[in-house]
């Protein structure tokens, strides 16, 4: 990254920063986020794509796009940004947790068993 993108980068953030915590002392408060007002420092297509898979809790088709409150996309950037974990590896996530035969955890996964 060149200097020049590096300032740019820090100027953003520390502008964003300085407009939030004006916002806040102002007592300017966002409930709920959606297509047109995203959550700070998010884009559009990373909003939706957590809104769809479920991660969100709550989170609701609004026409094209997606909404949430504050809170539920507060609760899922507390939790971390995962990705739900579906097919072979779902399969291995629902074997017992003191299960360590690994032939189970392969056949779970698809794959071949070890001799």
């Known amino acids: 990254m060149t200097p020049i993108v590096q300032l740019a980068a820090a100027i953003a953030a520390l502008v964003d920063e300085r407009v ?23 884009k559009r297509r990373a909003f939706y794509a957590a809104c769809r898979s479920g991660a ?42 003191n299960d360590v035969d690994l032939d189970a955890i392969l056949r779970a996964a698809n794959l071949r068993g070890t001799r």
């Open 20 to 42: 939030e915590e004006r916002l806040r002392d102002l007592g300017v408060r966002v409930e709920s986020y959606d297509g047109a007002s995203l959550p700070p420092r998010v």
């Open 56 to 97: 969100v809790t709550g989170a609701e088709r609004d026409g094209r796009g997606w909404k949430c409150t504050r809170r539920a996309w507060e609760a899922y950037r507390a939790r971390g940004a995962s990705r739900p974990v579906r097919g072979a590896a779902a399969r291995v996530a629902k074997l017992p947790a």
